[in-house]
């Protein structure tokens, strides 16, 4: 693509070096009627040079700074161009540029975004012819504006006329065929959108108008008129109502927001919402749809309030460049009409149009007086309104909320009263069923006291006893199990089976030791010895623990420990720990203690198992016997 | 311009009719009987009256309606070449009963024919007929200065849905004559801002063309 475009440069180049001679395709009667040849070509070749070098291979919407550049540098050649600019561009020459549309790249950027939808339903081929005209419009209008001799109303009719054109061919050409009819608006707005963004620094508010001091009047006049109430331009506004005066306020703001939009659309947009505002907030003051008998003086009122930046400037950058047949029709074009209408209004106003005298108008005028019902006492005014509305309503919400707690208050009473009721029944029934009945502590026994069971219990040597009833019995199972003498047993041996000959081996490993002895006992016997051994030691570890531990202990643990400890005694092993009551004697002596290990032995009958109350006076009674023995 | 905004396309009509009355001689309320169908109604669907769209169709051609009102107030009449610019129509309401709202149509009559000469087409309508007795101004007297002017003149009464209908069908109609009368004008005569036109559309295609153009040289 690049290669034959630059095959074709050159080509042109040649062409136009012999052009005025024989060629007919540049063979043209506007050629041969401006100055010399030579010029024209060499002028066509510098630019092209240009062209060249900046020139980038992508044509699109990448890199604008460098095409902004190059449109500049482009613009500087075609002033000194000057007469061939319309034929060059007629020519197409300029193609080479297509992509150019200036320096606001994000803001097109955003506008292509938003367009995206569109351009996906309406394929590729619409959306490059679309930015097809665009480019080319742009260069069109940006060669324009830097002709001294166009005015701001060429430039106007020059892009009135590229939207009628657009229209035509987007409802005539072939590849729009497909495109509904709302499609083709869009497409229509998307072009007027973009093309207007990236020439607004051109073509808003323009050195060559005298647009800017108009803003200025009007800026001034405006804020001269500030004394002006909703009641000198009849405008039925109800100042102190609270929701008239936020719509006031947003309305403002929409108008106020005209000045930052670029597309002319965008500001169209910006005034329609501003009236929209001001339509719904006179429906309210009048009490049905409002009439332009009541919309036009509450506009005034709000443009004289609002008094918004480049107010002139706007208003013709959207006459001039917003789409005439949009303009025209439609209810933005109402709206923008009215705004005119306001504001021409607010630009010859009287004192004949305010219904007052001539004197009193000119005294507003000069600052002389100020009436009192100016829009910013209303304001004060409206404030003390506001606050009192609005603390009116928390009031009310407090009220109810408070009700509401009220309620929920008493209902929680009646509950708790009820609960009460039924707590104290049921406890009644509980008590009735459930009587409590208190025991009656019971007296510690003495574990160290004369046991009366003692004498009763048979003598630890009782087993023997059993030996010699088993022996009685049976001589072959006492063959067996419990023969008295080693001897005995392997005597008997042969006689029985082979089992026998097992335990005979075992017999024979142990004869020598003293377990021989207990082996050879009935299993009886060695279940009631070690019985008796273990019973010992337990009894021996009970009288430890407690001999051991009670003076150290607190007597608060001691006292609830006691009872505890003693019904085990009690209960289970009372009738053999007294009877193993001699050996816990020997363990007691403790290297701590030296007063209880000397005196383990003489005092058994030193009531240390006693109950709680008394053993305080055991510890301090052996504590000061220990003294004295430490003494003696 | 103003060729564009009226015809659309296809046989499809846009029209831009101006309401001008004086403040109270119902202005709003014709507009809302025409458009809503309704007269002094809570349940009015719409929040204004200001701009109203009315979707008509005669003889198969598909007429949409932009009714404007405009501000009545003296102090604002002369505003009014602002808001009847462009416009297709005209309707001049004014109250039977009042006298003065007749002298004031008598001026709009006279700024409009001024401003755009024939090219408007103008109706007058004598509003409130249903307060006949109270009437001020003779029913001769308002038919004759019609007729003078080339404005048809209608009795209507919005409280009554009186001749309000007929009104904007017949104007819309005249309307209709009036552009394809101007496009039968437009299309025998090959003047200036014809061969402009079509000059411009060149200057366009001439633009596409050069591609093709360039590839054959190579």
């Known amino acids: ?632 | 311009m103003a060729d564009q905004l009226v015809n659309g396309g296809s046989g499809n009509y846009n029209f831009k009719v101006v309401l001008l009355g004086e403040g109270c001689v119902g202005k709003t309320s014709v507009v809302l009987r025409y458009v809503e169908d309704k007269f002094n109604e809570k349940h009015l669907t719409t929040l204004q009256a200001t701009f109203l769209n009315k979707k008509l169709n005669i003889g198969g051609k598909r007429i949409n309606l932009a009714i404007w009102d405009t501000a009545g107030q003296e102090r604002f009449h002369a505003l009014g070449p602002i808001y009847y610019r462009m416009s297709n129509g005209a309707v001049l309401v004014y109250d039977i009963t009042d006298e003065d709202s007749f002298q004031k149509v008598k001026n709009w009559v006279k700024e409009l024919k001024k401003m755009l000469g024939s090219e408007i087409c103008l109706s007058i309508a004598g509003n409130k007929i249903d307060l006949g007795k109270e009437r001020n101004v003779p029913v001769e007297t308002a038919e004759n200065y019609a007729a003078s002017v080339g404005a048809m003149h209608f009795h209507t009464s919005a409280k009554q849905n009186i001749g309000i209908e007929e009104m904007f069908l017949e104007l819309t109609q005249r309307m209709m004559q009036r552009a394809q009368e101007q496009e039968i004008q437009r299309a025998s005569e090959l003047t200036r801002t014809n061969s402009m036109r079509r000059n411009i559309v060149i200057v366009d295609e001439e633009e596409t063309s050069p591609p093709s153009k360039s590839c054959c040289g190579t």
Request: with cysteine; charged share 25%; net charge negative.
């Open chain 1, 1 to 632: 693509m690049y290669a034959t475009k630059k095959a074709s440069l050159r080509i042109d180049e040649s062409y136009l070096m012999c052009k005025s001679l024989k060629c007919e395709f540049y063979g043209n009667e506007e050629w041969d009627g401006y100055c010399s040849l030579v010029l024209l070509e060499w002028t066509f070749h510098y630019l092209q040079i240009l062209k060249e070098k900046h020139k980038s291979p992508v044509a699109g919407f990448t890199k604008f700074e460098e095409k902004k550049r190059q449109q500049s540098e482009k613009r500087h050649k075609l002033l000194k161009l000057g007469v061939f600019r319309k034929t060059t561009n007629s020519r197409g020459i300029f193609r080479l540029n297509e992509g150019i549309f200036g320096p606001d790249t994000k803001e097109v950027e955003a506008i292509r975004s938003e367009y995206q939808e569109l351009f996906g339903k309406v394929g590729k081929t619409v959306e490059t012819d679309i930015h097809k005209y665009i480019s080319s419009f742009y260069k069109k209008l940006v060669i324009e504006v830097d002709n001294p001799n166009s005015s701001i109303e060429d430039l106007s009719e020059r892009t009135q006329n590229f939207y009628q054109i657009l229209t035509k061919k987007i409802e005539e050409e072939f590849i729009y065929r497909d495109v509904s009819n709302e499609y083709k608006e869009q497409l229509l707005d998307y072009t007027e959108k973009h093309a207007m963004t990236c020439l607004y620094r051109l073509l808003f508010c323009p050195p060559t108008t005298t647009d800017e001091d108009k803003d200025l009047n009007i800026q001034k006049r405006i804020r001269q008129l500030n004394w002006v109430s909703a009641k000198h331009v009849d405008c039925q506004i109800d100042e102190t109502n609270t929701d008239v005066h936020d719509l006031v306020y947003s309305s403002i703001t929409e108008l106020l927001g005209m000045d930052s939009a670029k597309a002319p659309q965008d500001k169209l947009g910006c005034v329609v919402r501003c009236c929209r505002k001001i339509l719904t907030l006179m429906q309210k003051c009048v009490g049905g749809p409002a009439s332009a008998d009541d919309f036009l003086p509450a506009l005034i009122f709000v443009v004289l309030k609002a008094n918004p930046a480049r107010l002139k400037s706007n208003i013709n950058y959207v006459t001039r460049f917003c789409n005439a047949s949009r303009l025209m029709s439609g209810e933005g074009g109402y709206y923008f009409t009215n705004l005119c209408c306001a504001v021409s209004f607010i630009e010859n106003l009287t004192a004949e149009s305010l219904n007052m005298q001539e004197d009193e108008f000119r005294q507003y005028m000069d600052g002389k007086i100020l009436p009192s019902s100016t829009w910013d006492s209303a304001l004060v005014m409206c404030e003390g309104m506001h606050l009192m509305a609005e603390n009116a309503a928390i009031f009310g919400d407090l009220r109810k909320r408070h009700e509401v707690v009220m309620n929920e208050i008493s209902a929680l009473k009646e509950e708790m009263l009820k609960f009460q009721d039924e707590i104290i029944v049921k406890v009644e029934q509980l008590r009735d069923e459930v009587p409590l009945i208190l025991r009656p502590i019971r007296k510690p026994t003495d574990l160290d006291a004369d046991d009366p069971h003692l004498p009763d219990l048979p003598p630890p040597l009782s087993p023997q006893i059993v030996t010699n009833n088993v022996t009685r019995d049976e001589k072959k199972s006492v063959d067996i199990e419990s023969p008295e003498s080693p001897e005995w047993h392997i005597t008997s041996m042969p006689d029985q089976t082979l089992t026998s000959v097992t335990y005979d081996f075992d017999l024979s490993d142990h004869s020598g030791g003293e377990t021989s002895i207990c082996e050879d006992l009935g299993s009886n016997v060695i279940v009631q010895i070690i019985y008796f051994i273990s019973s010992a030691e337990t009894g021996s570890v009970h009288s430890l623990d407690l001999n051991a531990y009670h003076p150290t202990v607190p007597p608060l643990n001691k006292g609830i420990r006691f009872p505890d400890e003693f019904s085990l005694l009690d209960t289970e092993e009372s009738p053999n720990s007294h009877l193993s009551l001699p050996p816990p004697l020997k363990p007691q002596p403790t290297p701590t203690y030296h007063g209880f290990s000397s005196q383990g032995w003489q005092i058994p009958s030193i009531p240390c198992d006693t109950g709680a109350t008394h053993l305080a006076f055991d510890i301090e009674a052996t504590g000061e016997e220990n003294r004295k023995d430490e003494k003696n």
